[in-house]
């Protein structure tokens, strides 16, 4: 993301917040985003437990990325701050990232399957099939939980020798999706992509259960259309 001001950040983190609302994937208050600012060392944060419809840009907490120290902001930062806060230093080629529980992403993540790649819709947005932790163990769930949380996110995605910007999602099992993008709008629109192609994969396995993955050159040609060095879907990055 081009360097914005902190204000600016907060505008796009709370509209990414709203996002997610607006798109159906917030049950309750099971739902965050946040986003980055590389330069000032800095990560803006929903604030834990603050009702999404009361929720505004100067309520959102900004946490330092090195430490998670709160630098800014009178509330409690989202207790999944932590998750949040490893997959930034891991991956310094993200933004944004968005929690939720939406329903299909987390049955799949309930079930303990990946997500496999069936059609255009996945291929668009996520380069193979969306991979699922495995379980946390007893210590990582009764140590630093949220912390472990974004361990075991990154454990699977360099298991599986899966690049950030080309698998912008994980489901962890037993739990829900998390997913990432270039800014805080592009993790929510991720996020709103994944629960689409979870409804979508579901409903395939219904219609027909020994349905395979879509062939590998439609995959390439439709994920490459977006992203990499040859994109030529839409108007380009803003
Ligand atoms: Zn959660």
Redesign the pocket.
Known sequence: MSSVSLPELRERVWRANQAIVRAGLVTLS?GNASGVDRRAGVMVIKPSGVPYDELKPEHLVVVRLEDGRVVEGELRPSS?TPTHLALYRRFPEIGGVV?T?STAATAWAQAGRPIPPFGTTHADHFHGQVPVTRQMTPDEVGGEYEAETGAVIIETLERLGLPAAEMPATLVAS??PFTWGRDPQDAADNATALEVVAAMAAQTLALRPDAGPMADYLMERHFRRKHGPNAYYGQGHR
């Open positions: 099971f999944d929690h529980h739990h829900g």
